[in-house]
């Protein structure tokens, strides 16, 4: 037996939260498996490695994506570790509801949730014109991580849900397709208009 198969027996298999497995986890949208990042990692902390390469977020694991879209505005800015926890948590809770791997759930989500295309704006001759656009996939994933996140803080802002249930509750809906989510009404809500301006 060489000394990497020797190791490999010692450490055993790479979880995420040393709970979850990243085996057979199957991202179905085409698109987006080239930038669905599941590499086995125990923590989901690469500390910006990614920061200075082009398409570097590709290389990140979704999971990090995903805390780093926790911390994002005003008071949570910066508390990684409380994003870390809100997502562990958060993930437990997906299990006991689905009684799936979370990391399918959160990949299924994220690809019911990804908008297909947006429109942006052209000026023509002192004219503003709305276009509709395809949607590059990197941006596809921001935009459905963004939103997945900002429906969960949303459902939790003054309530008595916390933010760990608010966003379980918004993966596990967005991960069914369920019309419910925000992340999936701001998908329509983005097609919708992308496709008036066709």
Request: net charge positive.
């Given at each position: 037996?060489?000394?990497?198969?020797?190791?490999?027996?010692l450490?055993?298999?790479?979880?995420?939260?040393?709970?979850?497995?990243?085996d057979?986890?199957e991202?179905?949208?085409?698109?987006?498996?080239?930038?669905?990042c599941?590499k086995?990692v125990?923590?989901?902390?690469?500390?910006?490695?990614?920061?200075?390469?082009?398409?570097?977020?590709?290389?990140?694991?979704?999971?990090?994506?995903?805390?780093?879209?926790?911390?994002r505005p005003?008071?949570?800015m910066?508390?990684?570790?409380?994003?870390?926890?809100?997502?562990?948590?958060?993930?437990e809770?997906?299990y006991l509801?689905?009684?799936?791997?979370p990391?399918?759930?959160?990949?299924?989500?994220?690809?019911?949730?990804?908008?297909?295309?947006?429109?942006?704006?052209i000026?023509?001759?002192?004219?503003?014109?709305?276009?509709?656009?395809?949607?590059?996939?990197?941006?596809?994933?921001?935009?459905?991580?963004?939103?997945?996140?900002?429906?969960?803080?949303?459902?939790a802002?003054?309530?008595?849900?916390?933010?760990?249930?608010?966003?379980?509750?918004?993966?596990a809906?967005?991960?069914?397709?369920?019309?419910?989510s925000?992340a999936?009404?701001?998908?329509?809500?983005?097609?919708?208009?992308?496709?008036?301006?066709?």
């Open positions: 037996m060489s000394e990497m198969q020797t190791r490999e027996m450490i055993g298999e790479i979880k995420l939260f040393n709970k979850w497995s990243y057979f986890i991202v179905r949208d085409p698109s987006l498996k080239k930038y669905i599941l086995p125990y923590l989901p902390h690469s500390g910006g490695r990614h920061e200075h390469k082009r398409f570097g977020k590709a290389l990140v694991p979704i999971v990090e994506r995903l805390i780093n879209n926790v911390m005003g008071r949570n910066g508390k990684k570790h409380l994003a870390y926890n809100i997502v562990k948590k958060s993930f809770l997906i509801k689905t009684g799936e791997n990391l399918q759930v959160l990949v299924r989500a994220i690809e019911n949730a990804a908008p297909r295309e947006e429109t942006t704006r000026m023509y001759g002192g004219i503003t014109y709305h276009v509709s656009v395809d949607i590059a996939p990197l941006r596809r994933i921001d935009l459905a991580l963004r939103h997945l996140t900002e429906g969960a803080r949303l459902k802002f003054h309530n008595p849900i916390s933010i760990e249930e608010a966003l379980a509750e918004e993966i809906l967005a991960a069914s397709n369920d019309p419910k925000y999936v009404q701001k998908k329509e809500e983005i097609e919708r208009i992308a496709l008036s301006s066709r």
